[in-house]
Structures are given as structure tokens and as C-alpha cells.
């Protein structure tokens, strides 16, 4: 199908989830410049559409470094993100869709004229899963993959700030029933989305090397990391290793054994991470190695960890201190 609007489909509903939040403190090109690129202390509304600003578009690289700049305490007070038309493509809308997951006072967001096809679609849609503050959000469509669920997770999202809160969270997990339905049955779009977020992290991490005195080959010898472990067969069993080699062979293997993969996927993890899961014999116990830093990073979770059930909701962040727009 053709190319669909969130904003034309909000219309077409005749709902008004998708009208602009009340207006506060705006930062726009001028004010992050002033402030240094990405420094959003201080900022409520974070307007940096394209046109509008004579700039470079950001990209993949430059949505992934304004995600992480939100995640911080400086854009804790956000709560209104334009970025149209800046060529963010799926990398950089699943680092913006991970912030949302938790971010606690963003109810609008603006990605507009982006290409961030089905699989952007999907990451987003598993984000407000997560998310019950958001009341507004655009992007464009393909045909109309996730678009009925997704306005029904935004009224579910305003149903609980015109309530002030007060709504069960089985309730609202019931109301975003059909998004988990969908989220569940777009796994592999997900998937994609994930595996490109954890590639543009690995480009970003070898720059920074680069950019700190370590040659373009050093940089390129790094091994980039995975954002999730690919999933094994449940059936599978584990092999424990032995001998003076059993070591981790990725830097996230100590996270992953924290989020419970040895158990849930023992076959790659035993394999992979045979020292984080325990799997080295008794025999190397004294030459096991690990990889992994003392401050590795969080991969992104997995949408089984991720998305709730009706019996497990999601965690329910606190309501935005700027006004949202009513429901008709």
C-alpha cells in the first residue's frame, strides 16, 4: 500500500489524540546551539524540524546521540519531541523508541516524513506498549501495518491522563490488548530494528575510539555488539565447557546472565557465555577469563521482557506535568 500519515489517519478517526500538547518552554536550533549540541537542560519542547531550521538533517547518528541526551536528567523535562523530516531511518527511531519506554514526562512526538518502514513501525509499537503517557504521536505508515492498534494505545494512553491516574493497571493492560496482540505477531520487524540499533551503537562506538587516537583498524577489530542473543531452541541443551579457553566471548554475556538468557536461552548463552552462565568445568575454574568490562552496557530488552500481559503489567509511569489534550 501507499505511504498513510499518522496525522491524516488521527483525522480520518475524527479523534483529536493527535492534537498539539499546551505549549511550554521551546527549544528549538538557536537554543541547542547556545546551549551545546544536545544539551537540553532546561527544555520542555524540543522543535527541531528540518525545514524550519536551515540545518543538516540528523540522521540515524545524530536521532541515536538526541535519544541519549533525553534518557538523561538535563531531558527529564521534555515533554513535547518535532523531529520531521531528518532522514532517521530504523537504527536511530529504535534508540528514540527505547528512551520512550521509560522516559516519564515526553506525551508527544512528532517523526513525520522519516523512513522508518514496518520494522520502525513494530519498535514503536512495542515502545507504547510500555508507555502510558504519550497521547500524540506521528510517523508515516506503510499501508496500514499496526496503524488501528496504535491510535487505540494512544486513547488507552489518554483514558489514563483524563483520569487522572486513577485507572487500574489491569485495566489499562486490557485496553492495550490488541497492541500486545500485534507487538507479539511483529516480532521479526522488531527484530530488524534491534539488530540495526545495535550496529549503529557499535559505528558510534568505533568513531569514538577513532575520534580518541586509536587506528581506524584497532577500531574495526572490536567485535560490535549483539542488543539481544539470538534466540535457541527451548528443547536445545546446554554443553558445559571445559579446559583452560572457557571464556566469554561478548562483552554484554554479564548482562545477559543478569536478564535470566542462561536459562531462557542456554544454548547460544552456554556457548557464547559459558563463563557468566557458569558453564566453564571445575577443571578451569582458575583460568576462566571474561571479556566483559566492569560497566558494560544494557542491551535493550527483549519483547518478551519488554512487553506485559494482562496478568504482568507494565510498570505506569507518573502522569506529564504539561497539560495533554482531551479525548473526544
Not at 195 to 202: D, F
Request: glycine share 8%; with cysteine.
Amino acid at each position: 500500500g501507499g505511504m498513510l500519515s499518522m496525522r491524516l489517519l488521527c483525522l480520518l478517526l475524527g479523534t483529536l489524540l493527535c492534537d498539539d500538547a499546551v505549549a511550554q518552554k521551546t527549544c528549538g536550533w538557536k537554543e541547542i546551539e547556545q546551549l551545546g549540541r544536545f544539551q537540553l537542560a532546561g527544555c520542555e519542547e524540543l522543535l527541531l524540524d528540518w525545514r524550519s531550521g536551515g540545518r543538516p538533517q540528523l540522521g540515524d547518528e545524530g536521532a541515536f546521540e538526541l535519544a541519549r541526551a533525553l534518557a538523561t536528567e538535563a531531558g527529564s523535562r521534555v515533554t513535547k519531541v518535532s523531529l520531521v523530516d531528518h532522514s532517521i531511518g530504523v537504527a536511530g527511531i529504535a534508540e528514540i523508541a527505547e528512551t520512550l519506554k521509560a522516559h516519564k514526562t515526553i506525551v508527544h512526538v512528532d517523526l513525520t516524513q522519516n523512513p522508518i518502514g514496518t520494522a520502525g513501525t513494530a519498535i514503536l509499537a512495542e515502545a507504547l506498549v510500555a508507555n502510558y503517557l504519550i497521547t500524540s504521536l506521528f510517523f508515516e505508515l506503510e499501508g496500514s501495518f499496526g496503524a488501528e492498534e496504535i491510535v487505540s494505545a494512544l486513547g488507552c494512553n489518554q483514558k489514563r491522563t483524563d483520569s487522572g491516574s486513577t485507572i487500574a493497571q489491569e485495566e489499562l493492560s486490557a485496553c492495550k490488548a490488541p497492541l500486545m496482540t500485534f507487538v507479539q505477531g511483529a516480532q521479526a520487524e522488531i527484530n530488524k530494528a534491534v539488530t540495526a540499533q545495535a550496529q549503529l551503537e557499535a559505528l558510534l562506538q568505533r568513531k569514538a575510539q577513532i575520534d580518541k587516537g586509536a587506528s581506524p583498524a584497532a577500531a574495526a577489530g572490536q567485535a560490535a555488539p549483539q542488543a539481544v542473543p539470538p534466540l535457541s531452541p527451548a528443547s536445545a541443551s546446554a554443553p558445559k565447557q571445559e579446559g583452560a579457553a572457557c571464556k566469554d566471548l561478548h562483552m554484554e554475556c554479564a548482562t545477559w546472565a543478569t536478564l535470566n538468557e542462561c536459562v531462557n536461552n542456554p544454548v547460544y548463552m552456554a556457548i557464547q557465555c559459558p563463563l557468566s552462565c557458569g558453564k566453564c568445568g571445575t577443571g578451569a575454574q582458575g583460568q576462566a577469563q571474561s571479556i566483559v568490562p566492569p560497566a558494560a552496557q544494557q542491551p535493550p530488552p527483549t519483547p518478551e521482557q519488554s512487553a506485559p500481559s494482562p496478568t504482568q503489567p507494565a510498570a505506569t509511569s507518573q502522569p506529564a506535568t504539561a497539560s495533554s489534550p482531551a479525548a473526544q
